[in-house]
């Protein structure tokens, strides 16, 4: 079992920087891979990022790439996303994920959720 807990939200202005965290529970965090999910008012949960048991592995939406990375420190049991160059299309509730077969951008393959973390761009 795997409890994941979102923070890093919050309001920032377009062209500004977050870091959002995925902080998990569980001995075994290392052996999951981790994705990153977005989900804007009235749209379909989107991918975002995701990256392999061992952080060597990193996949981005094309929409985020460039200006997001994803990077994990398995001995803190932690997964960041550190943000730049935010856009208010990049505004929604950010969730993490955890899946034990691989880092995909399919939300199905995800076992464990968090409950997300609001991010608001203005412009």
């Known amino acids: 079992q795997v409890q994941l807990v979102e923070s890093g939200g919050g309001w920032v202005q377009a062209g500004g920087s977050l870091t959002l965290s995925c902080a998990a529970s569980?001995?075994?965090?290392?052996?999951?891979?981790v994705g990153w999910f977005r989900q804007a008012p009235g749209k379909e949960r989107e991918f975002v990022a995701a990256?392999?048991?061992?952080?060597?592995?990193?996949n981005y939406a094309d929409s985020v790439k460039g200006r997001f990375t994803l990077s994990r420190d398995n001995g803190k049991n932690t997964v960041y996303l550190q943000m730049n160059s935010l856009k208010p299309e990049d505004a929604a509730v950010y969730y993490c994920?955890?899946?034990?077969?691989?880092?995909?951008?399919?939300?199905?393959?995800?076992?464990?959720w968090g409950q997300g973390t609001q991010v608001t761009v203005s412009s």
């Open positions: 994920a955890a899946s034990y077969t691989g880092w995909s951008s399919d939300p199905t393959e995800y076992d464990y």
């Open positions: 569980g001995r075994t965090f290392s052996s999951y891979a």
């Open positions: 990256i392999n048991w061992s952080g060597g592995g990193v």
